[in-house]
């Protein structure tokens, strides 16, 4: 709801906005917005409804339109459109002083402290695994819609273990034995590499498969 009234808010401080199209995944909370009865969120309902009224009063022509899009569908307008309003930079004619939108500015804080205090080796260590987008990008922390790859696990907990232990490098393979065994030979099964590195496991080794 408080995402609702936000992008209705910003719309009608556009000029000459007659028609406005919410695309959203949460269809039923737009409902809310027209129960005249009383329950959690009536603040934001009576806040959009206010807002309407003053976007309907301007002209009998000026419109509203609400498009159903689940996120599951990956329709490219809906990914274009929500790059594009996360750019509009319009001030808000209302006063932000609720928990929900103080909850997403105290997120996006601990996250933007975690990638300063993260670029240094020494907080996360060498051995950590940087991980890659499509682009061949860093991947950037985020707490929305299952992270930036753990929603690609599905839900196995043993991929889970994995993954974890191939990101920090405390997997049981031959480079992690040698930190406590340094006089020890590890050499890698295949017989072409002398330690079984993380590195090598995943980019090299014939015994492995890109998966």
């Not at 950590?128 to 907990?157: A, C, V």
Request: charged share 20%; net charge positive.
């Amino acid at each position: 709801m408080f995402s609702i009234r936000y992008r209705i808010n910003q719309a009608i401080q556009i000029l000459n906005t007659k028609n406005i199209i919410i695309i959203t995944d949460t269809i039923h909370a737009t409902r809310c917005i027209f129960d005249s009865s009383f329950y959690l969120y009536q603040l934001y309902s009576i806040a959009v409804s206010q807002d309407l009224r003053a976007f309907f009063n301007k002209s009998s022509n000026n419109s509203l339109v609400f498009w159903n899009c689940p996120s599951s569908m990956k329709w490219l307008s809906h990914s274009v459109v929500g790059k594009e309003t996360k750019h509009l930079n319009i001030k808000l004619i209302f006063p932000c002083t609720w928990w929900d939108f103080h909850k997403k500015e105290e997120c996006n804080s601990i996250l933007q402290n975690w990638k300063i205090i993260f670029q240094a080796l020494d907080y996360k260590e060498n051995i950590f695994l940087n991980l890659i987008n499509d682009n061949n990008l860093p991947t950037k922390p985020t707490y929305m819609k299952d992270s930036t790859w753990l929603k690609n696990l599905e839900y196995s907990n043993i991929l889970y273990i994995w993954v974890t232990r191939a990101n920090t490098n405390y997997a049981l393979i031959d480079e992690y034995c040698l930190r406590f065994f340094p006089r020890e030979l590890f050499d890698c099964s295949c017989g072409v590499y002398l330690i079984k590195s993380r590195y090598y496991i995943l980019h090299n080794c014939r015994r492995y498969n890109k998966y």
